[in-house]
């Protein structure tokens, strides 16, 4: 994942999907280990509250999918930069929608993030558009998201009652999919299908993610908003830098400056939500 396919038989080699399907089914399979054995506590005992969450579910399966499909094909930095542009929708939802009083340096920092996701793709020398239309999907997808647990009325669920019916509904709507989508005979095609070391690394990738989703969830349970927005962007930065020492990029000085036009956007975002401004 995060590498950039130099043409279009490359691609055809990585299949996207099959990962994503071993990742949700370990994480799933080790939260209900988890919670079985009482490491965790998890509450499903209103169905309604559950029916009232699976379009969040729906959504949460097109972030995975889609992010997975653009991680095959662009690097990691620019996905990041396209999926940071998600705080689009939720500020301008809360503006335009909700009426909400929003400052004008959160309204700058989005800018910032909208103008940075806006000219990548034009300064980008290895333009992918299946890569940008996943992140696409992605971006939109998150947003979604975000504006959904805006509005949902909480109840009895906690995060991980709602990340453990993310990945039940993952898994079968993910593995239901695979004959429709296609992605089953190009899985089939795969040809690292058979190598072990291609299997242990999506199980090493689901359980390095159940782990920082319980990180995730504990970080946000003891921590404030500005807090735990300053610990994720110092995560992505740390990622975003680290990145090309393991994959390919190729980047010109423009790419490099909406890279940092939407860590700057970012920064600036971090710093509303730290100071309420």
Known sequence: RGRRA???????????ASPTRWQTLVGGLLLHISWKLGWVEINLCSRSEILSWLPASVLFVGIIYAGSRALSRLP????????????????GFQKFVQKEQTSHLKVCSVLFLLAAAVCLPLCDTQFDPNGYLWALIHLICVGAYKVFHKLWKPGSLSD???????????VVLLASASHPAGDLF?????????FYRFHSSCCASGLLGFFLMLHTVKLKSSTTSGQY???SFLAKVITASL????????????TISCLVIGGVGEALLVYTERTGT
Do not use: G, K
């Open 6 to 16: 130099a043409s279009p038989s490359a691609s055809s080699t990585w299949p996207p």
């Open 76 to 91: 990691i930095p620019v996905f990041l930069t396209v999926h940071n542009a998600a705080e689009v929708i939720t500020c």
């Open 160 to 170: 991980l009652d709602q990340q453990y019916i993310n990945y039940v509904f993952s």
């Open 186 to 194: 190009s899985a089939l095609d795969f040809p690292f299908l058979y």
């Open 229 to 231: 927005a300053a610990w």
């Open 243 to 254: 990145s090309p020492f393991f994959f390919v990029m190729t980047a010109n000085v423009l």
